[in-house]
């Protein structure tokens, strides 16, 4: 393992008694419970990752028990009072945002099934501690970039629900103009980079985006910008070759970037562990020499403290992380998906470890929220949805006259006709019905 | 043709190599058997048009021409192609460059040379060998600000990068509603050089020439080679510019004074009657000097260098059609799905009316370019094929 600090940890076990084996077999207990105050997990000790041991289902993933090997920091148990891993603000919003990740994907599914919406739809239903976890760490400034699971993405980012379902009604008011569809939600003001339905090809325009903000440091000498970029991408695209030239690069020019893995264990039908021959991806930070972290990516709270901690190491030119977020879709891998190869054991299994559920009892318990908060915020992201859909169906479509115009950002580029004039001066062109 | 050992070109005289609106040359125009005339000869009007005409076009740049030029200097083609980056990233802090051995190494072909000492490592960036990925990159530095410039040490390796070339270069504007422009420059050296082999002999012109929101130009010439490279990276649009090996070497007397060429425009590179000729890259040359033996021959061609491979230049190529109504295409792609057989479909469908007989197309074989050299003569066209079927087409024997 190299000395220096860019070594692998895995920072789930964020108390000595608990680890990421644990949280799998106590299939009942919130594993937000047991929190301790402590330092920056990148900082910390080292830790000794031990294999083969742990209980294993028919589709379990092999145990990745970590353990400390120093003796343990003697701290007193824990008091409610002890843990401030958010304030009742920042809970209330990160709540807020999955269940709009939540309500909005189960009103995707409803208007896929009458025919509002078409193709191949992604759903991001199970994955949202994930995506606010990030995401919600951000600033306004930063960029994110997906794959064609990426509703929730453009969502927690910031793009409006409304737009986002006229997107994907393909209507004219949608996103990308009803252009992209689900597969390619894009927004320049939101800094949302795609939307990508070719798995590992967003990991390079991610890269380019961190390249950016050190080219406009150190060669433009502008130190106003500092934006981080992540990319979310899912565990088959870590047997991609971009992945792997992506990790290679950042590492090797520091770009402020956080390499999400959103495990959750399935390719389409295809199991990760018939797939990879490593399945722990977090180890594949190290080949890098690049932090690899795994976290439980069904609690929202560890995510955000791994967020933050990569995001700050990116920010201050550290360079890049690899986080593996351990978790799970409860829906097939698309709409058309059928869904018959997952065993019911193992969806029962994350069932009960529903992001959502696990985080509305920390902030009950915790005092952080009554009933009567969460209820609110319920309704008010239903009424959103709602709302969201009647724009949609509301929007017109795309005209006849929308179907050249973003070919070229300079419609020059569609070259001189006969008559000696360029193309786009012709009023068809305008009409949409030039030949081009 | 070429001097023995390194891969040299003939140097290009100036008095073929002539802008638009030039004088015609005179040619000897004796007896040259029967020849098939119909339709209307141009005339003095019709010629004062088009030239007008060209003037109407939208924006077009404004290069200066060499009968103009005050002074000028030579140049070889790789020096010319390295002038205009240099110029451009002198202009503008947000150019750079991308690719493998660009940097300390100065390129492969030395396009690049002395860059990385001006500008930095980081505006010459050198990457591993993965093209698929550091184009990925290029586009996203593209997508946020910067005008990168991508260079495949071989075009053949962008093949690599055809996902990202052909998804997010192309389509990128599209998907994203118009959000997102991606203002690359993707190039590089490509098709058939001296005994290279089959991979590193390739034509990604062909396959690249279906991608929707990609433009595509060829360069030729030093002059040419300058204009169209700053013009690439100052357009908004992802522009591939394809050089080719061979021609690197090329000397020419450019001007001195700063100029842009209009990356949509075809290049009239000798006025003639007889018959239209359209070619680019190498091309060009093995054309030009087909067309010594046919002036001699009392032929008049009319030669155009299209350069701009997507789109077609219809104007400029119509116009030559209407004059000379044959036309011959003479290209270094395979038969199969290449410039020419694109350009052969765009021409009957535009100029169907003017022409005497059907398009012509010279190119090159269907064949993997093979290492030996006789066999690699055989598979591209050679200049007494071009002389053997510009006689046909005159005699009215094709």
């Given amino acids: ?436 | 043709m070429a001097a023995a050992g390194a891969a040299l070109a003939p140097i290009i005289e100036n008095r073929l190599l002539l802008p638009p609106n030039a004088g015609r040359i005179r040619c000897s125009s004796s007896a040259r058997g029967a020849l098939v005339v119909r339709g209307a000869a141009l005339s003095e009007e019709s010629r004062k048009n088009r030239s007008s005409a060209l003037k109407a076009v939208a924006v077009k740049g404004e290069a200066p021409n060499l009968t103009t030029a005050k002074s000028g200097h030579e140049i070889l083609l790789f020096d010319a192609l390295r002038e205009g980056l240099e110029e451009e990233m002198a202009r503008d802090p947000t150019v750079c460059v991308i690719g493998e051995d660009v940097g300390h190494y100065g390129g492969s072909y030395k396009v690049t040379k002395g860059l990385a000492e001006k500008f930095g490592d980081l505006r010459v960036l050198d990457t591993p060998i993965c093209e698929n990925s550091f184009t990925g990159m290029g586009i996203g530095a593209a997508m946020t600000g910067l005008r990168t410039v991508v260079e495949g040490m071989n075009m053949g390796f962008l093949l690599l990068a055809y996902n990202q070339i052909s998804n997010n270069a192309g389509m990128l504007h599209y998907t994203s509603g118009g959000q997102f422009k991606i203002p690359i420059v993707i190039r590089g050296p490509g098709g058939v050089g001296k005994q290279l082999g089959a991979e590193h002999s390739q034509r990604l012109e062909s396959y690249f020439q279906s991608v929707p929101g990609l433009q595509m130009v060829a360069c030729s010439t030093p002059y040419n080679a300058k204009g169209l490279m700053k013009a690439a990276i100052r357009s908004d649009n992802p522009v591939i510019l394809y050089e080719h090996v061979l021609l690197y070497n090329l000397k020419e007397r450019i001007p001195d004074e700063e100029y842009v060429l209009c990356l949509e425009e075809a290049e009239l590179v000798r006025p003639g009657k007889d018959v239209t000729i359209l070619t680019y890259s190498r091309m060009r040359h093995f054309v030009l000097q087909a067309a010594k033996t046919l002036v001699e021959r009392g032929y008049d061609p009319e030669i155009i260098d299209i350069r701009s491979l997507k789109p077609f230049d219809l104007f400029t190529i119509g116009n030559s059609i209407k004059k000379t109504h044959k036309v011959l295409i003479v290209e270094e792609c395979m038969r199969t799905g290449g410039i020419g057989a694109s350009l052969r479909a765009a021409i009957v469908d535009n100029f169907w009316d003017f022409l005497d007989g059907r398009p012509e197309c010279l190119s090159s074989q269907d064949v993997p370019t093979p290492y030996a050299a006789t066999l690699e003569d055989a598979t591209v066209v050679q200049p007494a094929q071009i002389v053997v079927k510009v006689e046909q087409m005159c005699q009215g024997l094709v």
Wanted: glycine share 10%.
């Fill in chain 1, 1 to 436: 393992m190299a000395a220096s600090s860019l070594a692998s940890r895995a920072v789930a076990s964020l108390s000595p008694s608990i680890s990421t084996g644990a949280s799998r077999d106590d299939a009942g207990s919130s594993s937000v419970v047991g929190f301790h105050k402590r330092s920056s997990a990148f900082t910390g000790r080292r830790v000794r990752i031990s294999s083969g041991h742990g209980s294993s289902a028919a589709h379990g993933r092999r145990s990745c028990v970590v353990a400390a090997t120093a003796a343990p920091v003697k701290e007193s148990p824990p008091k409610i009072a002890d843990i401030e891993l958010v304030t009742r603000e920042e809970g209330l919003e990160l709540y807020e945002d999955m269940i709009l990740g939540r309500c909005f994907e189960d009103m995707c599914a409803q208007m896929y099934y009458r025919s509002k919406m078409f193709g191949f739809v992604h759903l991001y239903n199970g994955q949202e501690a994930v995506s606010t976890g990030f995401v919600k760490a951000l600033k306004k400034d930063d960029y994110i970039c997906s794959t064609y699971r990426d509703h929730v993405h453009a969502l927690s980012k910031g793009v409006p629900a409304r737009q986002v379902m006229s997107e994907l009604f393909g209507k004219a008011t949608g996103c990308c103009r009803g252009q992209g569809g689900s597969m390619h939600m894009f927004s320049k003001e939101h800094r949302l980079l795609g939307g990508f339905a070719f798995i590992g090809e967003g990991i390079p325009v991610a890269t380019g985006a961190a390249f950016n903000t050190k080219y406009s440091r150190e060669v433009l000498k502008d130190l106003s910008v500092d934006a981080v970029t992540l990319a979310f991408f899912g565990d088959g695209t870590c047997n991609n070759g971009q992945f792997f030239e992506c990790l290679n690069m950042a590492a090797l020019w520091k770009l402020p970037i956080v390499y999400v893995v959103e495990n959750n264990l399935w390719a389409i039908g295809m199991d990760h562990f018939r797939a990879t021959s490593v399945p722990e991806i977090w180890k594949k930070g190290e080949a890098f020499g690049m932090p690899g972290v795994h976290v439980d990516g069904m609690d929202v709270l560890k995510v955000r403290e791994v967020a933050k901690e990569a995001i700050a190491r990116a920010r201050r030119g550290d360079g890049p992380t690899l986080v593996e977020c351990e978790t799970y879709r409860y829906r097939g891998h698309s709409l058309a998906d059928p869904d018959e190869l997952r065993k019911p054991e193992q969806k029962n299994k994350y069932a009960v470890r529903d992001p959502i559920a696990a985080f509305k009892k920390y902030l009950l318990e915790n005092g952080l929220a009554s009933e009567a908060d969460l209820k609110a915020i319920e309704k008010k992201i239903d009424e959103i949805v709602e709302d969201a859909v009647e724009f949609a169906d509301a929007s017109p479509l795309p005209p006849r006259s929308q179907l050249l115009e973003n070919v070229f950002a300079d419609p020059r580029g569609f070259g001189i006709g006969p008559d000696g004039k360029y193309r786009c001066e012709d009023p068809a062109f305008t009409a949409g019905t030039a030949e081009v």
